[in-house]
């Protein structure tokens, strides 16, 4: 699978555009839709992932949902072999979306390199976001991260940090 990053917005969100046999999916197409548009130029848009719905992430969606007349977050993209796993904390609503054939993860604004995402915000809650890291740290793959914002890292990279947060009361 071939990766492209994209920051996009003031924020810097990373917006992905993955591409396998000839179809890409888009994942967090937070806001300059020229952008997202030309680096999709000439290839077979199939889908549309959001990790959670806050401004940043989704400031493009509707204007390619409506471009390429499709629904964001369908259960199966045809060619794309995903789970998308509810991972609540930074949001109510926020997933990660892994895929387990390539072991990589795409975890919006829930884990960053070294840190985690704001709790603080709308919709976030502290013991939430206890409670999925608690999940995450369950697992026994370690995948790639990459994250809403920042640089790219590994669950086991991130062992330690997120370790710290479950400490806390």
Sequence with gaps: MQ????KVGYLQTNCYILTKANKTIIIDPGDEIEKILKASENKNIVGILVTHHHFDHIGALKELEQRFLLKHNP?????FNYQMISSPG?????QIIFFKEENILFSGDFIFYHTIGRWDLDGGDF?????SIKEILKWHQNPIIYPGHGQTTTLKEEIPYLRLYIEKN
Excluded: A, V
């Design 75 to 79: 259960e199966k993209i045809e060619g």
């Design 90 to 94: 930074h949001t109510k609503d926020s």
């Design 127 to 131: 013991s939430e976001m206890q409670q």
């Design 3 to 6: 990766i492209e990053t994209l």
